[in-house]
């Protein structure tokens, strides 16, 4: 049996690394969903969104 801060240790690391991981989020705004009676006009302005998620060296 390991010595219970070694365990500790153990467990903060294996945390650390899972942050790591999962890296930054962020929450994105979302428009409300359209209700029956709505119609999405045609007038709306559309476009495209890139996102490049692969870092630079």
Do not use: N
Request: glycine share 4%; net charge negative.
């Amino acid at each position: 049996m390991l010595p219970p801060f070694i365990i500790d240790q153990i467990r903060k690391r294996e945390e650390d690394d899972r942050h790591r991981r999962e890296g930054p989020r962020r929450e994105l705004p979302l428009p409300e969903p359209l209700r029956r009676e709505q119609k999405p006009s045609e007038e709306a302005e559309r476009g495209v969104v890139i996102i490049d998620l692969i870092a630079p060296d």
